[in-house]
């Protein structure tokens, strides 16, 4: 596990360049490009909208789901106060940027890798399918609660194999489980990445630690400064000692985390 | 071109703006947001002489105009901050505080033996305050005779560099403490220390910290910080270094006002990594709006009615 230096990230300015919709509880984010030249798929970035002033005064972090030459997107889920606001952006309203943060997802060409999204989870796989080597060794199994709809799942779906399953009540767990476990089963020998829910992460990594699948989950935690300093979005590694999810995540290894 | 400048406490800083310890790691985090050099100086992440893991998660909180921290000093232990980070910061060139966790009299003394015997540590800043360890800080903190205890003993283990004691703002009289550390031989007292403080999560009906009790910090606890530094100007002759909810150029001129040679940036760090080298750029602006051109000047010329 390589601890990234971010001596290249800078904290941007950039435009919000959305239009303004009705708030929803899902948002598409597109900002200008804060003169990213690359990222790695996984990786995320803080934002924190410049006119929040200092009720908030934390930046939010969020997975990047895409990067092009002239925007950059993260998909947003409204769930508390920061990301509220933020799905109430208004054209033109500047948002303050640091980024790309983390280490991203392995990415090896002509490997069969298993895309397992939760939810927003979903957003680090889009540009993940994007900028792949080789996309047709890629498959997408997306498990949701909200409809279909709210999740640029249909997009994704066009480019690389892909199904989706949705929980329309806890009943559907068992077999949502079953539907996951047997497709990670498919990929002894491949790679498996994982971004979801908590619960759903620890589903993959206990499959994957018992059937010895190569998988790799991202985390989600709170975070202050998002790079490594504050100390407050620590998990326990392997070996039990507290690392920061921002710094040397977000992606792990299974068999290097206390999920 | 306003000279930005301080002396005090045998320290030469290029500006009054320090990056706080626990909200800068150990300033490297933050290199790539601004050139370190610029910095007045950097009190680096709590320092133990083991290596410490912290309190379990969550650990911190956001709360309106601020947030809560129960770290736990989590930090890699004295040696593997003077081995892996110490020769990596610009120390030439800005001043490398050193935070010092200690539970005992004698730890503390060992710890600032330690550090004292290093070339790039301009200073040691001595934590009798952190809230959040049932057994540490807090007992110091809260005692003006230990307070008086550890300075003394720090004060023989540095080696003549200066000794920074840092202030716990829960207590009765905050200017007590700051006599105690005066009479215990520190070089200066940086004020405040996070406010103990709590949240709670209606849905669950649990404390949002795990620690259930956690520090404040940010903007809510400035006017807290600045009748501690008030008060704490009014009694003791060495220097202060305020601390407390700074998150502009404005914000460290009140400070100085009051009295304090210096200033401490923390949770405005969160707001964006670049923030304190925002602070130093804007200094010489806020200061023309306060119709001076000299920190000295401007520093301790607070007009009481």
């Known amino acids: 596990m390589v601890e990234r230096n971010c001596r290249e990230v800078k904290v941007r300015e950039v435009r919000f360049l959305g239009t303004w919709d009705e708030p929803s509880d899902f948002v598409e984010l597109t900002l200008d490009n804060p003169g990213w030249e690359s990222y790695r798929p996984g990786q995320f970035a803080m934002l924190r909208a410049k006119h929040w002033g200092l009720e908030l005064p934390w930046g939010r972090p969020f997975s990047i789901s895409r990067v092009d030459a002239e925007s950059v997107t993260f998909f947003v889920q409204v769930v508390g106060r920061g990301t509220s606001r933020l799905a109430r952006l208004r054209p033109d309203d500047v948002v303050i940027i640091w980024g790309p943060l983390g280490n991203g997802f392995s990415a090896p060409p002509a490997t069969p890798t298993l895309l397992l999204a939760g939810g927003m989870g979903i957003a680090p796989f889009r540009g993940y399918i994007e900028n792949h080597p080789s996309p047709e060794f890629l498959h997408l199994l997306f498990a949701h609660r909200a409809s279909i709809d709210f999740y640029p799942y249909l997009n994704m779906s066009e480019k690389v194999r892909a199904e989706s399953i949705q929980e329309r009540s806890p009943d559907d767990l068992p077999l949502i489980i079953a539907r996951l476990e047997a497709a990670m089963d498919e990929y002894e020998g491949g790679l498996v990445l994982a971004c979801g829910p908590t619960p759903f992460l620890r589903t993959v990594q206990a499959h994957a630690l018992k059937k010895n699948i190569r998988a790799e989950v991202s985390l989600e935690k709170t975070m202050a400064c998002g790079v490594g300093a504050c100390l407050g979005c620590v998990c326990k590694d392997g070996q039990g000692k507290h690392v920061q999810v921002c710094a040397r995540g977000p992606v792990f290894a299974t068999a290097d985390v206390q999920i | ?305």
């Open chain 2, 1 to 305: 071109m306003i000279d930005l400048r301080v002396e005090f406490a045998g320290l030469v800083l290029k500006n009054p703006i320090i990056t706080a310890s626990g909200t800068f790691g150990f300033g490297l985090e933050f290199s790539s947001f601004g050139d370190l050099k610029r910095l007045g100086g950097i009190v680096v992440k709590g320092l133990s002489l083991k290596p410490r893991e912290g309190n379990p998660m969550p650990r911190v909180a956001e709360t309106p105009c601020g947030m809560l921290n129960a770290i736990g000093i989590q930090n890699p232990g004295v040696e593997a901050f003077l081995r892996d980070k110490l020769p990596l910061l610009p120390w030439r060139e800005t001043a490398i505080i050193a935070n010092m966790y200690a539970c005992t009299v004698p730890e503390f003394g060992e710890l600032a033996g330690v550090l004292s015997g290093e070339e790039g540590v301009a200073a040691l800043e001595v934590n009798v305050s952190c809230p959040n360890v049932t057994h540490g800080g807090a007992v110091f903190g809260q005692d003006p005779t230990q307070i008086r205890k550890v300075t003394e003993e720090v004060k023989k283990r540095a080696k003549g560099k200066p000794v920074i004691v840092k202030l716990s703002p829960n207590v009765t009289d905050i200017a007590l403490c700051a006599q105690a550390a005066e009479d215990g031989g520190a070089d200066a007292v940086s004020l405040i220390n996070t406010l103990l403080g709590m949240a709670v999560d209606i849905r669950t009906r649990k404390p949002t910290l795990a620690n259930v009790l956690g520090g404040l910090s940010g903007p809510a606890i400035k006017p807290v910080a600045l009748r501690c530094v008030h008060q704490v100007c009014r009694k003791v002759s060495i220097p202060v270094i305020g601390i407390g909810g700074i998150v502009s150029a404005e914000d460290a001129l009140e400070f100085i006002l009051l009295g304090a040679a210096a200033v401490q940036v923390g949770t405005a760090n969160f707001l964006r990594p670049d923030q304190s080298f925002r602070i130093i750029d804007d200094l010489p602006r806020a200061m023309i709006k306060a119709h001076s051109d000299s920190l000295g000047e401007l520093r301790g010329s607070l007009k009481l009615p």
